[in-house]
């Protein structure tokens, strides 16, 4: 008699201790994942940080109209500015941000958002502002390939409304600067962005 009441108080001690540990189990997995979201929303505020100080850095007071939205690296701009270089520019300047996986562009431009005059005569004027972009761009190529040949190859150039970006990595400092002074020296550029890195050594 006394054999039972120890069998059934082992089989309840034991079912209490493989409880605990089942539900232990469980706790410790979700306190594993728990801490992995907080990294993961750290280091995507760190990102966040890094790419509105970007921003603001290389494009100014305009840079202020732009929301940034950053998930495991992945960005996503959104706002308004005022002109239509920034809102090009923005997505340029965000992929020289280190930990950026992906960026979407969703920034508008004021001027276009309103409703000014005829849209006939508006999308006239953004297709010859394309044109005229799109051929300072290539004198901006060609004097960059004239000035530092080969190392130019290696270098995005975009234009919008004059304002020229430079994203890549060259050898050294000197060329880098060569490269801001050959893209500067072209008419109708009105400013050059550098987005240039220089290869560490």
């Known amino acids: 008699m006394n054999a039972a009441p120890k069998a059934l108080l082992a089989t309840a001690l034991l079912g209490a201790l493989l409880s605990a540990c089942a539900s232990t189990v469980p706790t410790e997995r979700a306190r594993a994942a728990d801490e992995g979201v907080r990294e993961q929303e750290v280091s995507d505020a760190r990102l966040e940080n890094a790419i509105r100080l970007a921003l603001l850095e290389k494009?100014?007071?305009d840079g202020m109209g732009i929301k940034?939205?950053?998930d495991r690296g992945r960005?996503?701009?959104t706002g308004q500015v005022d002109k239509r270089s920034t809102q090009d520019l923005?997505?340029?300047?965000?992929?020289t941000v280190p930990g950026v996986q992906d960026v979407v562009n969703d920034v508008t431009n004021r001027d276009e958002a309103a409703p000014p005059g005829t849209p006939v005569a508006k999308a006239v004027g953004h297709a010859e502002r394309k044109v005229d972009d799109a051929v300072l761009e290539m004198r901006v190529g060609k004097n960059l390939l004239e000035e530092i040949g080969r190392y130019a190859l290696d270098l995005e150039v975009e234009v919008s409304d004059g304002v020229v970006s430079l994203r890549g990595t060259l050898p050294d400092?000197?060329?880098k600067s060569l490269a801001l002074r050959a893209a500067g020296d072209v008419s109708g550029v009105r400013k050059v962005i550098d987005l240039l890195k220089v290869q560490d050594r």
């Not at 923005?90 to 992929?95: R, S, T």
């Open 59 to 61: 494009l100014g007071r």
């Open 68 to 70: 940034v939205d950053v």
């Open 75 to 77: 960005t996503h701009l």
């Open 90 to 95: 923005a997505e340029e300047v965000v992929k």
């Open 173 to 175: 400092r000197e060329r």
